[in-house]
């Protein structure tokens, strides 16, 4: 519910922009981040993850008004959002590694 009330904000702030590029912007730089907060501390199930994809094609179709899944897939790949699982894979993988090099750090002194 969260990320529905953060987006429809920017929405209604950024129709005043006229630009669906401001708006997709300004959802990759505040929503997105909301919604991965921590997700690499925690095991989502295929579930929550298709829950997380979900709020961003709703959004996406809300921005561009996209009728079916394909144009919604272009976009996503026009404006390089992408999937879900892809992100919170590559923060995980970012935090394991973070993690180890600390830990290489650590044992070094």
Do not use: Q, W
Request: proline share 1%; charged share 20%.
């Amino acid at each position: 519910m969260r990320f529905y009330r953060m987006f429809n904000c920017i929405f209604s702030k950024s129709k005043a922009a006229n630009s669906e590029m401001v708006t997709v912007a300004l959802l990759k730089s505040y929503c997105l981040p909301f919604m991965l907060y921590a997700v690499e501390a925690v095991s989502l199930s295929a579930v929550n993850i298709r829950t997380l994809e979900n709020c961003i094609n709703r959004a996406m179709y809300r921005i561009f008004g996209a009728c079916d899944k394909c144009s919604l897939e272009y976009m996503k790949s026009c404006v390089s959002l992408d999937n879900m699982k892809y992100m919170i894979e590559r923060k995980r993988y970012t935090f394991i590694d973070r993690l180890i090099d600390m830990h290489v750090f650590l044992i070094s002194y």
